[in-house]
């Protein structure tokens, strides 16, 4: 089955910065975004299941969600060029179709996905709000015709099953397991599957607390886990001059590479909890690289047309 073989295992590399030996506090980085350039990270996770079950149901074509610069979108159109199947993404904002040649040499995204051979549906963001809803499903089909669907994010039932195959039993030496949050699935993978002694710690990357009750609702437990809401930088997407000279330094500092929606957010929040001393001494924290990394390329230009400082490579 798809990505059974030569995937390499993730390695946790710890970081050594000077704020962590000044609090006495570990911190690793489990390299999920070493698995694959596109289908890397959590998107790999999510998608393991979900490309076997499409193919145990012998269907011939997925369909999916998402935004211009989703890495849900990319890694879906990767994934079902390994597995021989065909693809189809719903992607917000219908002005985007108008020139596709235009758009595909603006976005590199939608182009790296256009080249594993998805393709693509636009639609206008008022219509994208019914991405769940069946009448509107069923309109896609009558279009389409049959498919596999995969909600936008990729989080269902099978997603999170492959979330809960992140940490292993290496990983029990941890006391703190963070990760960035988007639709809730990673979270509520990790949080079904670590110990009884561990703690999820999740930094969302949307503004609000909508997500609390999403993952309880998605998740076996609710004693283990908590979002901490302080670090999204104005919701998603958001970022200000600070998160992209963290992002900077970090990769100087660590030569570890972290994207502006999701990671770098993360790691931010994470080195600002450990400065404020809500680690104790001597914890032990291992934060879960999601990839996402393909979409940086994107962040860059819109930097550049605001004279900004750029994230390195």
């Known amino acids: 089955m798809l990505f059974q073989l ?3 295992t993730p390695k946790n590399q710890q970081v050594h910065l000077s704020v962590l030996q000044d609090k006495e506090v570990e911190l690793w980085i489990k390299r999920e975004d070493a698995i694959h350039p596109f289908v890397s ?10 490309v076997e079950e499409a193919l145990k149901l012998q269907k011939k074509t997925i369909l999916t969600f998402g935004g211009a610069y989703s890495n849900h979108i990319a890694a879906t159109a990767s994934a079902g060029k390994l597995a021989g ?6 992607i917000r904002g219908d002005e985007l179709g108008k020139d596709l040649e235009k758009t595909l040499s603006q976005n590199t ?15 206008s963001r008022s219509l994208y709000r019914n991405k769940t809803d069946e009448n509107f499903i069923e309109e896609l089909k009558k279009e389409f015709g049959d498919f596999y669907l995969i909600p936008e994010g990729g989080t269902n039932n099978l997603a999170i099953k492959g979330c809960e195959e992140i940490v292993t039993i290496e990983d029990e030496k941890f ?25 999820v710690i999740g930094f969302p990357a949307l503004k ?93 230009e819109k930097l550049k047309n605001k004279n900004q400082e750029i994230i390195k490579v």
């Not at 990270?41 to 979900?50: D, E, H, S, V």
């Not at 199947?85 to 719903?90: A, D, F, P």
């Not at 994207?259 to 104790?280: A, H, S």
């Open 175 to 199: 006391d703190y397991i963070c990760c960035a949050v988007g639709t809730g699935g990673t979270i509520s993978g990790l949080i079904n599957s670590v110990k009884e002694h561990q703690k």
């Open 41 to 50: 990270g959590n998107k790999y996770r999510k998608l393991k299941y979900n």
């Open 85 to 90: 199947l065909q693809t189809i993404g719903v």
């Open 6 to 8: 030569e995937i390499p």
């Open 208 to 300: 609000g607390d909508f997500l609390q009750q999403e993952i309880s609702d998605l998740s076996k437990r609710n004693d283990n886990w908590e979002l901490e809401l302080a670090y999204h930088f104005g919701g998603y997407g958001k970022y200000n001059p600070t998160l992209i000279r963290f992002i900077n330094e970090f990769k100087k500092e660590t030569n570890i590479q972290l994207d502006p929606i999701y990671t770098g957010k993360m790691l931010f929040g994470i080195l600002d909890m450990i400065e404020k001393n809500q680690f104790k001494k001597r914890s032990k924290i291992l934060a879960i690289h999601t990839g996402g990394l393909q979409g940086i390329d994107g962040f860059n």
């Open 109 to 123: 995204t939608l182009k790296e996905a256009h080249k594993n051979g998805m393709q693509f549906h636009f639609i």
